[in-house]
Antibody, heavy 116, light 110 residues
Framework: EVQLVESGGGLVQPGGSLRLSCAAS????????MNWVRQAPGKGLEWVAN????????YYVDSVKGRFTISRDNAKNSLYLQMNSLRAEDTAVYYC?????????WGQGTLVTVSS | QSALTQPASVSGSPGQSITISCTGT?????????VSWYQQYSGKAPKLMIY???NRPSGVSNRFSGSKSGNTASLTISGLQAEDEADYYC??????????FGTGTKVTVL
């Protein structure tokens, strides 16, 4: 069974940093593109970033470029999102999702709250 | 990277058919057959309902169907049921090799 389990969310002050993790199981992690998608409270889904199987290609939504970094460790079946210079508007549930142009599997999400 | 445009809400009676539109540009919806649709219940993770414009994943009811014409994709739910009441989002691949989601549509079963 495919499982994606996010962790690392929490309360952080504006300007602070946080690192999210996603532990994958039930499939060959290193053969899939992976994504981070977020959802602000009461708002819609927003694609944040994705990364190719070998980490050689990474893409980001404009609003996080230069602040967020997506990475992966295929040996540990894990996906990461390093978030720096956090802003109030980054407050959201962050989902890890599998797939290139279609995301068929999603984790349950981890909540990031940016507030003083 | 503007969000794709969806109606905020669509409603229908049980048994009826409804259609949700998703309008983008030639740089996303109109340029690729990589439109997908997701169903989301409150507080839950999204679920894939349609991929590559019109394909249904295994286990998804055949009451759900997808199509595309020009820069607008559509999701049709036929034989509307109470359990279909949820939020629905479209998504597309873009010419920048990124992805974009729609603004979301709340489906209400009257």
């Amino acid at each position: 069974e495919v499982q994606l389990v996010e962790s690392g969310g929490g309360l952080v002050q504006p300007g602070g940093s946080l690192r999210l993790s996603c532990a994958a199981s039930g499939f060959t992690f290193g053969t899939y593109w992976m994504n981070w998608v977020r959802q602000a409270p009461g708002k819609g889904l927003e694609w944040v970033a994705n990364i190719k199987q070998d980490g050689s290609e990474k893409y980001y939504v404009d609003s996080v470029k230069g602040r967020f970094t997506i990475s992966r460790d295929n040996a540990k079946n894990s996906l990461y999102l390093q978030m720096n210079s956090l802003r109030a508007e980054d407050t959201a549930v962050y989902y890890c999702a599998r797939g290139a142009v279609t995301t068929g599997y999603w984790g349950q999400g981890t909540l990031v709250t940016v507030s003083s | 990277q503007s969000a794709l445009t969806q109606p905020a809400s669509v409603s229908g009676s049980p048994g009826q058919s409804i259609t949700i539109s998703c309008t983008g540009t030639s740089s996303d919806v109109g340029g690729y057959n990589y439109v997908s649709w997701y169903q989301q219940y409150s507080g839950k993770a999204p679920k894939l309902m349609i991929y590559d414009v019109s394909n249904r994943p295994s286990g998804v009811s055949n009451r759900f169907s997808g199509s595309k014409s020009g820069n607008t994709a559509s999701l049709t739910i036929s034989g509307l049921q109470a359990e279909d009441e949820a939020d629905y989002y479209c998504s597309s691949y873009t010419s920048s090799s990124t992805r974009v989601f729609g603004t979301g549509t709340k489906v209400t079963v009257l």
